[in-house]
């Protein structure tokens, strides 16, 4: 951490400064530079309070130079993290493919696009009971209905089960019914949902948000694993940017950026990424090549009939050449799908 | 709404989404073009499926042009709606001033700023008992004990309380010390919190997300609405940006929008909005001059000793050197302060 | 200047790039921390190389602390700095308008808006005779009979011209026309631009490009100053956000940041800013509420005619109304208009 | 093109609209809804003035539907370009890669450069002569006498080179010396130097802007054919968000977009994409298997010692492995590299 005084700080402000940091029980390393004076701060970063130095007379601004996460960071944890949802595993040389309907709307609809999933090669099933929509108009979601349908689709074709959890009680139920529990792009800072995630025994699928920084996604994770949860698989969806030929920015550059800085594995999902399904397929390419851990991708039977973001949907047969492409793009850079 | 088909779309295809809008009981007005055909949709637009359209072989995009909020729009109701927090009206020539801390941390700090606040004009006290924060290793707020200090503040001053609610929970023990229920930018598409604020007897001041546009900061005011609760006050606190200058961009041209197409009263928040103390003052006057029919701003005693956001926090002297010269630009545009 | 070093830096790579420092003649501060170490940089800054330092093993990252512009920057000139075209001066208590058409489109035109303009309090005229337009099928403008234009109504109302260059070529040619150059937001980065413009004795009007930062913006001013042109004015014209409720997102932020940062003054541009005749009223009396040292208008006599940018011009009567507003909005903080 | 009117409009409003609409030689298709009437119009979009509709009383806002550009876009010429530079082909099967320093440094450096990107299978050669900098006191680049480095190279070599232009006299001096004018970012809206472009017989790198969306890159392509050079390659090269973890967002959807809305070729950028090495490989792999038409990345011998962007320069060890592995990615989507 660095404090910069103003160049028009006086030595008395300097000092003043310098005995903060020491009154906290810190090392204060005062430089002085052509132009201004910075004060280095080394010792335990979690005791200072930027408050106390940022609002003293003379104080230009504070730079920080230590990440603020902890646990999920890859210099408190150096190895990959392997992440198990059932029998699929998350972080390792397979790319797993979570795949099925945005909403689940109907046991027949969710039978038939899983059956074409699995046999395309999908590990997980994915598929909204609980949909976070932005007009109170719009279909909300079957509830625990589609918690039931989901569980069936499980029982019949041995897809490990994904699906959103929008508070504390719809997780309560997902526990009792799903493998992997989905927090979603909005509800990445809901911190009392994601303390609640942290209390679970399952995984956590945590989406990064519209604005999110990775720094604020990592510490997003961060209080679900200080709650007790280590298994958290993060997913980047797309940004909001000035851009307008996509729904959003899906930000590639998130992949290795999180590797370097965190063993969680970080999974990609290029249907909200891009919002058009002309898109679904080169991005999903390009995830993979990039070395996402993972792809989750919105298939439905008859997107024409879809309650929700039938325009980005695939249909199976386009999820089968999906399939055969991205799997030979995992060989090039020896990891399997 | 407006269906755009492809340059090279057959009159077949055309046909047929001309009678799928038919289907739904709409009707279609195609308007074949030099270079494309454009499908008008009128009638019960709540009866539309964009996927059903989008998803036809040979549309090119669907152009939405009705805004699809309802309850909040000004279309539906024409008349400046006026919300009343105790004594106080939103949404009249009076703009009202919310001041005090980011937390409360304790009773003595609470006093001191409320004694001054008030003195120097403002309307209501503010004070966070509920912390949503990015670190989990970050204050979290004092709980109900802060609720408590508020009442007293409420009590002693004869400022109505305005206080961050983070989740059905602590709404809940809002309700029973406050006057006015804060949602914070990061619960702004929390659609639960949303529902349960809707059921509250309490009037809501709900914050626009950080990267919101303006239809989702009013559609996440008809989650409210929706649900019984007319009193909404929407709040503009900056939004995220490239530029690194300040903490957020406090993006004013929302409250001259807000009140073309909705009756609901917009404040501004100039401190979350700059992030820095030395530009609250300048942004402040702006806020006021540009309409704004309230502000909100962060007052410390100590901002220097801050559990939270001291950087952007006045001392109360600042905060009377504020108010003086805002009343006066309100006077200006004939509204009073 | 602060190098931050890997958490796994070995000591070796932590003294070569110390020796590194000090083979630049700089001084080098290590700063051993809990987690990584920290090297500061003193010295002069210009002799530093970042690549030199950034590529060397066991680096994280390189922290700039020093702002990289020196002629514009308040520390090298404490004092506000006035410019003056003709008799109108930028930077002091007087807030002086520009006001015309976005583009020159006849004599009549100019004469008419110029009449309105003036006696609505205008200290300026504004035009485009070269208008960089997206598209190369749009009015590109009158060229050289626009600036004769120009010129007549300058010598009819006594009002300093301030119109745009697009290139060395039509700089040269303004300098025989106008009084002030206008760089637009496109050509802020057009060093080639910029150099010339620094070679002109005309003052310069210096648009922010629409994704630049506050120090780009900065830096392209320096470009101006360092081939020995002090006058320069900031413009702040609205950034490029995800907004979508304008056309561009004013950040009038700008404002107070550059007055702490530069000695340079600063205007507000609320009709590009906005886009939108509708805001101009309001943004426009934010602007001079926050401080900006001008205000630049578009006035149209018939904006349902114009050939270009129509739909943010506002017609004589609303610019009447909104100088008497700004006037008195100006009085409040000791400025005059 | 639709004109929606107010939901308050009047019938003489709407009659109006339409006239004007037919006065300028227009059809007018009036669509009563049950909010809002909008008005459809058919015919020769050049001919419509936006303005002259906007400002109309009643009118809420106009929207476009027929996208804005023509010689550019996949209607007008259905078939891909294969835009040729020497011996090499854009816009195939073949995916070319251009490498070399950000700036030319010496001869020696080129040389050393040259030989071992020609060796990993580079095809053509970059290196810049002119550069933009942000700030006027960093390296402006050789100039003429890197030209005449940059000739020797191809000479040497055989490999066909691209370098930018950053203003007409620039670009006169590389025909004389190069095969392919690179524009770059920051004058993607440099219409003089587009228009000039537009006259070269030489080919034309077109780099997209910080924060343009891609109408306006292929806008400005569109004035480049306009003047009669129908050989531009387009480039993606990073955006501008708030992420803060690379130097630019590199938006890959920007590849599927371009190939559907036009027939030009568009290559990828990772260096300036990414600002970091570590990013480089990753993204280079996504940029190929996401469909780009080739590669543009920065290799330096020595990046420590660069005298400009070295912290983003390859150096040929890893250049090395790159190509092999993008090699194998192109194969599996059916293309050479």
Partial sequence: MLVVMEGSATKEQIE??????????????PMPGAQRTAIGITGNKQMVKDAMLSAQP??????????????????????????????????????????????????????????????AGASMFRGGAFKPRTSPYDFQG????????????REKYDLPIVTEAVDPETLTLIESYADMIQIGARNMQNYSLLRRAGKSSLPVLLKRGMSATLTEL???????????????????????SFADHT?????????????????????????????????????SRASVAVGADGLIIEVHNEPEKALSDGAQSLIPDQFDNLMNTVKSIAGVINRRM
Avoid: W
């Fill in 58 to 119: 003379g104080v230009l601004e504070i730079i920080h130079v230590t990440q603020p996460f902890k646990l999920v960071s890859r210099e408190f944890h150096p190895e990959d993290s392997h992440i198990k949802v059932g029998d699929v595993v998350f972080g390792g040389a397979f790319v797993p493919v979570m795949a099925g309907p945005c909403s689940v709307e109907s046991e027949d609809q969710c039978m038939v696009v899983a059956e074409r999933v699995k046999a």
């Fill in 247 to 283: 729904r959003n920015t899906l930000d590639l550059s998130a992949i290795p950026y999180v590797h370097r800085t965190s063993h969680l594995p970080i999974v990609s999902d290029p249907s909200h990424g891009t919002g058009r399904r002309d898109k679904v397929d080169a991005l």
């Fill in 142 to 153: 079957l509830g625990e209905d589609g918690l039931k349908i989901l569980k069936k689709v």
């Fill in 218 to 240: 990592l510490m997003a994770a961060e209080y679900i694993l200080a709650e007790g949860n280590p298994n958290v698989v993060l997913c980047e969806r797309g940004i909001r």
């Fill in 16 to 29: 003043a400064v310098v005995k903060s940091i020491e009154d906290m029980g810190l090392r204060a390393h």
